[in-house]
C-alpha cells in the first residue's frame, strides 16, 4: 500500500474513506504532507482567523432560535454549529435557510443542534454556495385542510345500505 504524498492527495483519499470536512480539516491542519509540518503561505498566515468572524454565542443562539421559529430548546448545545462557522460555514447563507426546512414542527423542542443529518445539510449547501449556486431558502410549509367531519361523516353515511 502506498502513502499519499501531497496534501491534495490526502484529502482526496480521506475523502474517498468518507471522512467528514471536520476530520479532513483536522489531518490537514497536523500535516498536509504526510508528516511534514504544515507551512502556511504568507498570504494565509496574514489572513484573519474564521472565528474573529463568528457572532458571539448569545447572538448565534437568538439567531439559531428565531430561524428554528421557536421549535428548539434555548438550552440546547450550539456548540456544533459554531464549530461549523469555525469551518468556513456562513451563518447566513449556509445555516439560517437550512434550519426552518430541517428543523420542522416537532412534538417537543429541538435538542440537538449537532444531529448528523442537519451538519450534513449545511455542508452541503456551503458547497453549493462555494461551487457558485445559489442556496435558497424554502418556500413556506403548505397545511393540509382541516377535514370537515359533517361532510366526512354525510358521505360515509351515504354509502351505507339503507336500514
Given amino acids: 500500500m502506498t502513502l499519499p504524498t501531497t496534501p491534495a492527495k490526502v484529502v482526496e483519499a480521506l475523502r ?81 435557510p437550512i434550519v426552518p426546512r430541517e428543523v420542522p414542527e416537532l412534538p417537543r423542542p429541538l435538542k440537538n443542534w449537532g444531529a448528523q443529518w442537519r451538519v450534513r445539510e449545511i455542508l452541503a449547501a456551503r458547497e453549493q454556495r462555494l461551487a457558485g449556486h445559489r442556496v435558497e431558502a424554502p418556500p413556506p410549509a403548505q397545511r393540509t385542510p382541516a377535514i370537515d367531519w359533517d361532510e366526512f361523516v354525510g358521505g360515509y353515511r351515504a354509502m351505507l345500505p339503507a336500514a
Fill in 16 to 96: 474517498s474513506a468518507g471522512a467528514t470536512e471536520e476530520i479532513i480539516a483536522v489531518a490537514v491542519k497536523a500535516g498536509g504532507e504526510c508528516g511534514a509540518p504544515h507551512r502556511a503561505s504568507e498570504a494565509a498566515r496574514k489572513r484573519p482567523k474564521r472565528a474573529a468572524r463568528r457572532p458571539p454565542d448569545a447572538d448565534l443562539l437568538q439567531a439559531l432560535y428565531r430561524a428554528a421559529e421557536g421549535h428548539a430548546d434555548p438550552d440546547a448545545d450550539i456548540a456544533p454549529i459554531a464549530a461549523l462557522l469555525d469551518q468556513g460555514c456562513d451563518l447566513e447563507k449556509d445555516i439560517l
